[in-house]
């Protein structure tokens, strides 16, 4: 009876042993699970994303509002991958017809991804390479680069976070490719994190909008030779309204950066109502003010311009060409910044 005894007791406590043990791994991996998309936008390595569909029905059906399933796969590190069920939807107005690869809409509501920071997010924007060729890579980085430098100058705006994508095409035997692509942050979680909300007015008075931010974004845009946005109309940009009374009035939040001069994508048309004959052509699209509003927001540039260049100089993934080309583009607007007839060359005679 006491050898049964004995024999029962061990047994019991090799179940127990094994059951914790399952248990905990269960617990580690579910924890890690949750990690591998903690801080998405706060971190500036690129994440290494495979997304498995038919993408070539994705392309054929590219003028319908449909989602297609897909299989996203986060390679958190050489051990440990999350695969999760995800939909797909084209997205854009120009690039959804010109792009063989459109931007799309990532829905991630049925996933099953638990992490507090995109609790409630439902999908994300995916910004691609439009086509293949080694200048369509270096117009994503480029664009890429563009947000991270709004994102120098002020808090309002978004967030991005570069992808390291692989392409798995169902359509096609499973085909794999390896592309860039970058994710945009949500417009729920940029306005959670500047305590503010979405409005959707189509059109808005230039009063009712925050001098100070919209200055700095009028500035931005004319450094950046972006012509193709509009306040007021609420072009390629998201108005918030904020929960808080600092800053006062509406706050403009920029998108859409592939047809400024920064980036200067060969498909880019210039503003046709603007004049100008390329994106390069800089035309200051700002609210009229004294020379002195502006003057401080070149003066907040001028002390940023170190880091910018820095910023564009250090990314290690965009050829040294395109590089340059930034940076020349970005020295030639303090260079005319720099000139004593510019804001009544450049700013006075365009202002609205």
């Known amino acids: 009876m006491n050898y049964l005894k004995f024999v029962f007791s061990g047994l019991l406590l090799f179940l127990f042993i094994g059951i914790k043990a399952q248990g905990d791994g269960k617990s580690s991996s579910f924890e890690y699970s949750c990690e591998v998309y903690e801080d998405l936008f706060g971190l500036d390595e690129a994440l290494n994303l495979t997304l498995k569909f038919n993408i070539r029905e994705f392309q054929k059906t590219r003028a319908e509002e449909e989602y297609h399933a ?18 797909v939807k084209v997205r854009g107005i120009h690039r959804r017809d010109y792009c063989l690869m459109p931007p799309f809409w990532l829905n991630i509501r049925y996933s099953g991804i638990e992490t507090d920071e995109l609790m409630g997010i439902r999908r994300m924007k995916v910004v691609t390479r439009c086509r293949n060729g080694k200048s369509y890579a270096g117009y994503l ?30 359509g096609r035997d ?16 940029m306005a959670a994190r500047l305590h503010a909300r979405v409005i959707k007015e189509d059109m808005l008075a230039m009063r009712t909008v925050n001098p100070e931010v919209m200055n700095r974004l009028a500035m931005f845009q004319y450094m950046i030779g972006n012509g193709d946005y509009s306040v007021t109309g609420r072009h ?23 047809y400024t001069g920064l980036v200067n994508t060969h498909y880019a048309v210039p503003n046709e109502n603007l004049g100008t004959h390329t994106v390069r052509e800089r035309y200051f699209l700002g609210p009229c003010r004294n020379r002195n509003c502006y003057d401080y927001v070149i003066r907040e540039l001028e002390g940023l311009k170190d880091e910018i260049e820095a910023l564009i100089r250090g990314f290690e993934y965009l050829e040294e060409e395109d590089r340059l080309d930034m940076i020349r583009y970005i020295e030639s607007f303090f260079k005319s910044a720099s000139d004593e007839r510019f804001f009544e060359r450049e700013i006075s005679s365009t202002c609205r």
């Open 141 to 170: 980085l480029r664009e890429y680069l563009v947000y991270k430098i709004f994102n120098l100058i002020t808090p309002y705006s978004y967030r991005v976070r570069l992808i390291n994508l692989k392409y798995v095409d169902t």
């Open 236 to 258: 390629n940009l998201k108005i918030l309204a904020m929960e808080t009374s600092v800053p006062a009035g509406f706050v403009p939040v920029p998108y859409d950066f592939d």
């Open 174 to 189: 499973n085909k794999e490719t390896q592309d860039w692509a970058f994710l945009i942050e949500p417009d729920d979680m």
């Open 70 to 87: 897909a299989e996203m796969t986060c390679n958190a590190n050489d051990t440990f991958q999350l695969t999760t069920p995800v939909r």
